[in-house]
Every structure is written in C-alpha cells, then in structure tokens.
C-alpha cells in the first residue's frame, strides 16, 4: 500500500465516507465527514500518515493496546516473535525509545496490521 492508500483506509476506518451526492453530480474523490454535517477534498482528509496529531486520534480508538504495542515494535525493527503474540512484551530502554519515537507513517503501518487494513484489497 502506498501511503496515501494507508491514509485513505483509515480515513475510512475513523468514519469517512465517499461522498455519494458529489460522486452523483461529477465530483470524484469528495469525502463525508466522519459527522456527515459536510464534506471534504480528498486532499483534506486527516494527514494521517504525516502528522503524530493527526495518528493520535486514531490511536485513541484503539481497543487493543498490547496488539498495537507489538505492531509498532515490529514495524520499528524489534525482534519480538520470540516473546509471543499474546504475552507482555519488555523492552530495552532503547526499544523502547525506538518505539517512543516511531514516525506517524510507521504508526500507520502498525495500526494498519492491528486493524487487518493491509490485507484488504485497495479499490
Ligand atoms: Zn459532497
């Protein structure tokens, strides 16, 4: 998935919509606001995959913390099979940087494989 691919799925996932009026009327890539009160440019959905603001609204949905947790040390180059996907995982102080400090594109990546949105098919 290229990024704005990872940024149109979880625009869809945090409620955005394609706008069907605007597609009626001859206007490609008009979106519905997570609110349905308007709707937005395709280039004016959320910055998801290049702002930490932006990814810290979808990180407030999350429900499974410790899944995203392992995503992210993943995405960020930790080695963390061993430890099973389901037990408590313990970083070093630098893994534990190395995940403190993940850009919003790898936040993306990981919230993409806690979400299974990687293995959709992109339309
Ligand atoms: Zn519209």
Not at 3 to 13: F, T, V
Not at 53 to 58: E, F, G, N
Not at 60 to 82: K, P, S
Not at 101 to 117: F, H, K, N, P, S
Request: aromatic content about 6%; glycine content about 6%.
């Amino acid at each position: 998935m290229t990024p704005e691919q990872k940024r149109i799925a979880l625009a869809r996932k945090a409620g955005w919509k394609p706008c069907q009026p605007c597609l009626e009327n001859g206007y490609k890539d008009q979106w519905r606001l997570p609110s349905d009160d308007g709707c937005a440019h395709v280039s004016e959905l959320p910055n998801f995959t290049g702002s930490l603001d932006a990814v810290a609204a979808l990180e407030g949905m999350l429900t499974n913390r410790d899944l995203y947790l392992f995503c992210l040390a993943e995405v960020c180059g930790i080695d963390v099979q061993h430890n099973g996907r389901s037990s408590c995982t313990v970083f070093t102080i630098a893994q534990t940087l190395l995940i403190a400090t993940a850009t919003a594109l790898q936040r993306c990546d990981a919230l993409c494989a806690v979400w299974g949105l990687d293995k959709e098919e992109t339309k």
